[in-house]
């Protein structure tokens, strides 16, 4: 039971360079999301996407771009990466919308960004 | 716009004792969620509060729930170096307005446990 699989784990990036995250997740979740984790910050949204076919800016979106590309999968693109994103990126999925809400967010593994 | 703090941010314990991790939350929400995050790893689902007065339990750990003071606590109780890790609370936005699937975290609780 594989979960939410993140690609790459690992990515070292140019200022300037683009490249897509990937995620997909095997639960038949409805919804999904991208975080991404800073030191002392918590972990903050970036997008999210509530069902297939939409997509809303979370709290930090600037710089970002996403892509829900069916029910399983949901990307997350960096055209034109800055050394402000270096961070670790988080995808997870839930249930919701779901009638009981009893239904915490599945997290991927990570990815772990740093652009030079 | 929905605020989450979590205090103490960093916690050194000694084996055995007890302590509590603090969440508040600033607008009306139905749902506060925990996670354990160990090192380098992902996060871990431990609770899920859904209603004011909610209790639960697992193992040393209890999560409780207070939505009228719009406060959530972690209690550790004989806490062992297991229990070392960051320890994050979510909180959903309310149900109107499209912000129920956004869950808003707390900058986290580093955990200490020594022997």
């Known amino acids: 039971n594989a979960g939410v699989t993140q690609t790459p784990k690992f990515q070292v990036l140019k200022t300037g360079q683009s490249m897509t995250l990937q995620c997909a997740q095997d639960?038949?979740?409805?919804?999904m999301y991208w975080y991404r984790q800073d030191p002392g910050m918590g972990l903050r949204l970036i997008y999210y996407?509530?069902?297939?076919?939409?997509?809303d800016k979370g709290e930090v979106p600037n710089g970002y771009n996403v892509s829900r590309l069916n029910k399983r999968e949901f990307s997350l693109r960096l055209e034109s990466a800055a050394p402000s994103q270096t961070s670790v990126y988080f995808c997870?999925?839930?249930?919701?919308?779901?009638?009981?809400?009893?239904?915490?967010?599945?997290f991927g593994n990570g990815t772990r960004l740093t652009v030079t | 716009e929905l605020k989450v703090e979590q205090n103490p941010l960093f916690l050194s314990m000694q084996e055995g004792k007890n302590y509590t991790i603090y969440c508040n939350y600033s607008?009306?929400?139905?749902?506060l969620y925990w996670y354990r995050q160990d090192p380098g790893k992902s996060l871990e689902s431990l609770f899920v509060?859904?209603?004011?007065?909610a209790v639960k339990q697992e193992g040393r750990l209890m999560a409780s729930l207070d939505t009228k003071a719009r406060l959530s606590t972690l209690h550790i109780t004989a806490a062992v170096h297991d229990l070392s890790a960051t320890y994050f609370c979510?909180?959903?936005?309310?149900?109107?307005?499209?912000?129920?699937?956004?869950?808003?975290f707390g900058k986290g609780t580093l955990l200490t446990v020594n022997p």
């Open positions: 997870a999925s839930s249930e919701l919308p779901a009638s009981s809400y009893n239904s915490p967010l599945h």
């Open positions: 639960m038949n979740h409805n919804s």
């Open positions: 996407s509530a069902s297939e076919g939409t997509t």
């Open positions: 607008t009306t929400s139905d749902r």
């Open positions: 509060l859904l209603s004011n007065g």
């Open positions: 979510a909180v959903a936005g309310p149900r109107s307005g499209g912000s129920n699937y956004k869950l808003t």
